[in-house]
């Protein structure tokens, strides 16, 4: 079935460097990528979505990635702060379908 | 505007008591979501509201859970005889529905303890 996955469960970065988080996705329907970040204590936090016309999108410090055709999105954080720390969740959807999340990834950033 | 509020932030209940969370949505969000969060792991979907269709059931765990949304606006997620696996922080998310995949958005969770 359609799933939504990550290829590195922790990721640490030393503060300053650029950051890259990564997941794959099986569903060739999504059109619809969103990435979330989860600071210990609160609910996930919408970063940046991108949809499927597309293949880059920027925002502040952050730029996510869709590649169509390996099915894979990706997450990058440019100088890496120590506020960055938490957990990153992609999740993806299409057509009035639900989102379907990642299980995670934990960007520990090291002063 | 407001995001989605979600009471109590914390709740420590005893083996076998019942317990209901409440989600607030944000104004005018037609879709409502609940998540369960074990302790450093991913989301669990449970439940979903969409306007005034049937919910979307499929991932409640077991009978002994429920949730209801009045009026299409607060929703109250009801977990009877609570285990102690019950214990996890409970998510609650909406989003416009406006009929393409929406953004969803979360609020700061319950986190439940079951003793």
């Known amino acids: 079935g359609e799933s939504v996955g990550l290829h590195l469960p922790t990721l640490s970065v030393q503060e300053g460097d650029n950051s890259i988080i990564n997941c794959a996705y099986s569903?060739?329907?999504?059109?619809?990528f969103i990435w979330y970040k989860q600071e210990s204590g609160k609910g996930p936090q919408f970063i940046i979505d991108?949809?499927?016309?597309?293949d880059k999108r920027q925002g502040q410090r952050v730029t996510v990635l869709l590649n169509k055709t390996v099915k894979h999105l990706s997450l990058q954080i440019a100088a890496t702060q120590p506020g960055d720390s938490a957990v990153y969740f992609c999740?993806?959807?299409?057509?009035?379908?639900?989102?379907?999340f990642g299980g995670g990834t934990r960007l520990m950033v090291k002063p | 505007g407001a995001g989605v509020s979600q009471s109590p932030s914390n709740k420590v209940t005893e083996k076998g008591k019942d317990v209901e969370l409440r989600c607030d949505p944000i104004?005018?969000?037609?879709?409502l979501y609940w998540y369960r969060q074990s302790l450093g792991q991913g989301l669990e979907f449970l439940i979903y509201?969409?306007?005034?269709?049937?919910?979307?059931k499929s991932g409640l765990p077991s009978d002994r859970f429920s949730a209801e949304r009045t009026g299409g606006s607060v929703s109250t997620l009801t977990i009877q005889r609570t285990q102690q696996e019950d214990s996890a922080v409970y998510l609650c998310?909406?989003?416009?529905?406006?009929?393409?995949?929406?953004?969803?958005?979360f609020g700061p969770g319950t986190r439940l303890t079951v003793l």
């Open positions: 998310a909406s989003s416009l529905d406006s009929g393409v995949a929406d953004t969803q958005y």
């Open positions: 569903n060739s329907a999504s059109d619809y």
């Open positions: 509201f969409q306007g005034n269709s049937a919910p979307d």
């Open positions: 999740a993806e959807g299409h057509a009035g379908n639900m989102l379907t």
């Open positions: 104004s005018g969000h037609t879709a």
């Open positions: 991108i949809r499927s016309n597309m």
